[in-house]
């Protein structure tokens, strides 16, 4: 397997284009491109996809160009978010260090090559048709109602994620049950997990590890030689795609601005 700066390039590269097919699909979305390889994405005012992805990955920032970054959000009245990789270049972080930014929480990359090994689960998984969409972007935002409600917006978001190009999204049951649900998108040679959710009655049941198994089974089936997945240091989904045979690439920074916009510092 690829090591370091190689490999961050190539798992970067999935999150950008699931984010491209999702605006193409919505109208109201918008991305921008800047030097140094990073994308600026906008989904609506309070979606959690509207960041910089991607910043400093295929080589130096300028500051024009970072300033450009930040107008994209704060013209559409957004906050600026970005999720930087370790291994961007070293002008990125000075950017951010000369704009006064904060860091908001970190997310894991975990990665594992393929063809997967096949598991058996109590849990039954099946492939959603288009019809069933609503019904899985449901299934998913209700597994993170813990979190508080949803953004305005995000059953059409979550629909259009689970109907990206050459994405696949399964629903899991338990004794028939609808019990939580999950995405893989394919492109090129590697493949991404996303969208993992179990609803809380369903937890602690195999309903994720089932669901990343089967994932695992389309991406090799599809030809992937790669699987990438992003969660929460130390969660459970962490500890269950851990036990899928991934591993932790890298531990990315999800950043903010310090200050608010008016004070002239961001």
Not at 92 to 106: E, G, K, N, P, W
Not at 198 to 223: D, E, H, M, N
Request: aromatic share 8%; hydrophobic share 40%.
């Amino acid at each position: 397997m690829k090591t370091s700066l190689d490999l961050a390039r190539q798992l970067e590269a999935p999150e950008i284009s699931v984010s491209d097919a999702c605006v193409e699909c919505l109208p109201t979305s918008v991305a921008e491109r800047f030097s140094g390889g990073g994308v600026g994405f906008y989904f609506g005012p309070a979606s959690p996809l509207s960041q910089a992805v991607g910043l400093g990955m295929e080589g130096p920032m300028e500051d024009a160009e970072f300033a450009r970054m930040q107008e994209f959000f704060r013209s559409r009245n957004v906050p600026v978010s970005i999720s930087l990789c370790p291994y961007a270049d070293p002008s990125v972080l000075d950017a951010i260090a000369c704009h006064s930014y904060r860091i908001t929480h970190f997310e894991q990359t975990l990665v594992r090559e393929l063809p997967a090994v096949e598991a058996t689960h109590a849990v039954t998984v099946e492939r959603v048709a288009p019809a069933g969409l609503r019904e899985w972007a449901r299934t998913v935002l209700a597994g993170f109602q813990e979190f508080g409600p949803m953004p305005e917006g995000m059953e059409d978001l979550f629909a259009v994620l689970g109907a990206a190009t050459r994405a696949q999204p399964f629903l899991a049951r338990v004794d028939g049950a609808i019990a939580g649900g999950g995405t893989v998108a394919i492109r090129g040679d590697e493949a991404i997990c996303y969208g993992d959710s179990t609803l809380p009655v369903y937890r602690r049941r195999g309903v994720q590890s089932a669901l990343i198994s089967a994932r695992l089974a389309a991406a090799s089936s599809a030809g992937c030689q790669l699987a990438m997945a992003c969660t929460a240091p130390g969660t459970a989904s962490q500890r269950n795609y851990e036990r899928a045979g991934f591993r932790i690439a890298y531990n990315k920074a999800m950043l903010a601005p310090g200050v608010t916009a008016s004070s002239g510092n961001v």
